[in-house]
């Protein structure tokens, strides 16, 4: 069965240092995986989406995650934290098994801090 | 600019009423999902529409109904028959139904109980 956990429901960091978020998932096929970001009170925005090309995938902002299979994590970073970067981040999965039973299987959030 | 447009912000919903949330997109994508957050949780899916004048139950279907009538629109009530709607809605559409591709987000609506 699916399923994605994000190791941490809270991240704090100063401004300028780097930004890691975790995320495991397990799949019994080849996954795409996204991260979502989700600023106070608005909708969800694709930071970045891995479908099976380069294992290392950049995204907005500065973001990048790397799929790694062997661990089974798509862990999400940043070099250096800004202050708009504070919000809540989710991690997907999803399957691409044949038929129509796919579907996207969403982490609980981890929310992010940064601190001046 | 092209995106999902939901209305209203906030909405508020008394004992025994049925209330519609609006969901407009103008991406021109033929799937549109209807999505519950709750505190702590992640999305929870309520229904989907791979196609206009077809939509299929998500994981938490009961209480809430739908339509597709047009391409752009995918409006979701909440009926008296959801014990508990206080919850953050969210809809989304895609470019095709393929689980894939990226789902775009509108700013949702805030339903609370009178």
């Known amino acids: 069965a699916q399923s994605v956990t994000q190791l941490d429901s809270h991240v704090s960091v100063s401004e300028g240092t780097p930004v890691l978020l975790r995320c495991n998932y397990s799949?019994?096929?080849?996954?795409?995986l996204f991260w979502y970001v989700q600023h106070p009170n608005k909708g969800l925005q694709l930071l970045l989406k891995y479908t099976s090309a380069a294992t290392l995938v950049k995204g907005i902002n500065g973001f990048e995650a790397e799929f790694k299979k062997s661990e089974t994590s798509f862990h999400l970073t940043k070099p250096s934290a800004h202050m708009s970067d504070a919000a809540e981040y989710f991690c997907v999965v999803s399957d691409r098994a044949a038929g129509n039973n796919r579907k996207l299987i969403w982490g609980l959030g981890t929310s992010l801090a940064v601190n001046p | 600019d092209g995106g999902i447009t939901q209305s209203p912000k906030y909405l508020f919903r008394k004992e025994g009423q049925n209330v519609t949330l609006s969901c407009e997109q103008n991406?021109?994508?033929?799937?549109m999902y209807w999505y519950r957050q709750d505190p702590g949780q992640g999305l929870r899916l309520i229904y989907y529409s791979q196609i206009v004048n077809d939509f299929q139950k998500g994981d938490i279907a009961e209480g809430y109904s739908v339509s597709r009538e047009k391409k752009e629109s995918f409006p979701l009530t909440v009926t008296s028959a959801q014990k508990n709607p206080t919850a953050f809605y969210l809809c989304?559409?895609?470019?095709?139904?393929?689980?894939?591709?990226?789902?775009?987000f509108g700013d949702g609506t805030r339903l609370s109980i009178l």
């Open positions: 799949s019994s096929y080849s996954p795409s």
């Open positions: 989304a559409s895609s470019i095709t139904p393929d689980r894939s591709q990226p789902q775009h």
């Open positions: 991406l021109n994508h033929d799937a």
